[in-house]
């Protein structure tokens, strides 16, 4: 079983940064895709980014990209959401999600479906 613990949520002024950190307790942390979903009130939860096993590709929602960086440090099962430039519209709650595709040849998931794993999420909360 596989407990995920984010935190570093706040609230800041468009144009902030804040930095997600997710904690992830259980076993084999680096066999997983770790991936970042928002939930804004009233509507649907939406991919923000997502890692692979390894770090080393990552792919963003397009309403983050150059903005968001994710990054994870398998030695502290970590993974990390860097939020630059943020905005009004990043206001959500903020899940990090594990799954684990196995031998797939596709390494990172944008769909909230196939990750098994979440944590209780963190508040972002962006004035202007």
């Known amino acids: 079983q596989v407990q995920l613990v984010e935190s570093g949520g706040g609230s800041v002024r468009a144009g902030g940064s804040l930095r997600l950190s997710c904690a992830s307790a259980g076993p084999n942390f680096s066999n997983y895709c770790m991936g970042w979903f928002r939930q804004a009130p009233g509507k649907v939860r939406e991919f923000v980014a997502t890692?692979?096993?390894?770090?080393?590709?990552?792919y963003y929602a397009d309403s983050v990209k150059g903005r968001f960086t994710i990054s994870r440090d398998n030695a502290k099962n970590t993974v990390y959401l860097q939020m630059n430039s943020l905005r009004p519209d990043d206001t959500a709650v903020y899940y990090c999600?594990?799954?684990?595709?196995?031998?797939?040849?596709?390494?990172?998931?944008?769909?909230?479906?196939?990750?098994?794993?979440w944590g209780q999420g963190t508040q972002v909360t962006v004035s202007s």
């Open positions: 999600a594990a799954t684990d595709l196995g031998s797939s040849i596709v390494v990172i998931s944008d769909n909230p479906d196939e990750y098994v794993y």
């Open positions: 890692i692979d096993w390894s770090g080393g590709v990552t």
